[in-house]
């Protein structure tokens, strides 16, 4: 059985704006934490629930060169089970 982590960012409601998939849980919350440039507090956090809800005053709203109208609510990693 394979598992596969797919990292998450966006609108409540919506569909993702950034899906991605890794081999790892690490990988895939690392690559978040780049992306959105989180501190170590809140890279922490992700690390332990897998989710992190975005506030307007962390200034993490934008990422990937999309300017500060690229809104996200917020960021997680779910772990999928497959043969």
Known sequence: MTI??????GTHGCLPDYCE???SRNEAIQSLVQLFNLG???AARLRQD??????QTLNVVSC???????????LQVTGLTGI
Request: positive net charge; glycine residues 10%; proline residues 3%.
């Open 21 to 23: 998939v890794f081999s």
């Open 4 to 9: 596969r982590f797919i990292a998450m960012s």
């Open 40 to 42: 170590e507090l809140h």
């Open 64 to 74: 990937c060169g999309r300017g500060p109208n690229w809104k996200n609510n917020h």
């Open 50 to 55: 897998g989710y992190l809800e975005l506030v």
